[in-house]
């Protein structure tokens, strides 16, 4: 199947740093990536819809201004966290589609930030 | 109410039984209906799409009903590595906007 890769697959970091996650589609052309965060114990949220070469569509309630967005590539897409606080610690998943007429997502690793 | 709603468990249950868990979504729109399998610290992977007939994949078996906007997932003869969180995901159309239930917690005793 389709291989969504993730970088770095952990985190920490000081308050009030940035910090940035890449997400790769290894083996497939991607237009749409989507970027996911997942707190303990609950259900993955949508935060973002990143479409290659446009700017993204976010969720009701995510800061576009905190959590940046890139899609610069068929197979990459960037997620930063913006001056990082500690209630931003989570479980971050990327997904890309294949596309075609069945759209299957495909997840990444994700990657696990800790803000202290 | 929340979008997609499941009983959280935990399920412990024995190797060789067999274990249903159900998922009601409000949506009434929703198109496309999956179950992923996430082990812990793990991403999500799809397990099994849902269709209106209902379908099975070897011990696994999935049904929907549209009407009571309520989808049910069988698992025989459980085995230890069945073991995870169960998400019950829709979708207004093809595999967009996924809207996840916050899962259902298996774990298989030997």
């Known amino acids: 199947g389709a291989v969504v890769s993730q970088h770095p697959s952990w985190v920490i970091c000081k308050s009030g740093t940035s910090v940035k996650i890449e997400c790769r589609s290894l083996d497939f052309q991607a237009t749409t990536m989507f970027w996911y965060r997942q707190f303990p114990k609950q259900s993955l949220m949508l935060m973002a819809t990143?479409?290659?070469?446009?700017?993204?569509?976010?969720e009701q309630g995510v800061e576009k201004d905190k959590f940046l967005i890139n899609h610069a590539s068929l197979t990459l897409s960037t997620l930063t966290v913006t001056s990082a606080h500690p209630e931003d610690s989570s479980f971050y998943i990327c997904?890309?589609?294949?596309?075609?007429?069945?759209?299957?997502?495909?997840f990444g690793p994700g990657t696990r930030l800790l803000v202290l | 109410r929340k979008e997609v709603e499941q009983d959280p468990g935990p399920f412990n249950v024995p190797e060789g039984a067999t274990v249903a868990f159900n998922c009601t979504y409000s949506n009434s729109a929703s198109q496309s209906f999956f179950w992923y399998r996430q082990d812990c610290r793990k991403e999500p992977k799809l397990l099994m799409s849902?269709?209106?007939s209902g379908n099975e994949d070897g011990r696994f078996t999935a049904q929907l009903n549209r009407a009571s906007q309520y989808i049910s997932l069988l698992i025989r003869d459980s085995k230890l590595s069945d073991s995870a969180t169960y998400l019950c995901?829709?979708?207004?159309?093809?595999?967009?906007?996924?809207?996840f239930g916050s899962g259902t917690q298996l774990t298989v005793l030997p």
């Open positions: 849902v269709y209106s």
């Open positions: 997904s890309a589609t294949t596309g075609g007429a069945v759209e299957t997502q495909y």
């Open positions: 990143s479409n290659e070469g446009s700017k993204a569509t976010y």
């Open positions: 995901v829709v979708s207004p159309g093809s595999a967009r906007q996924l809207t």
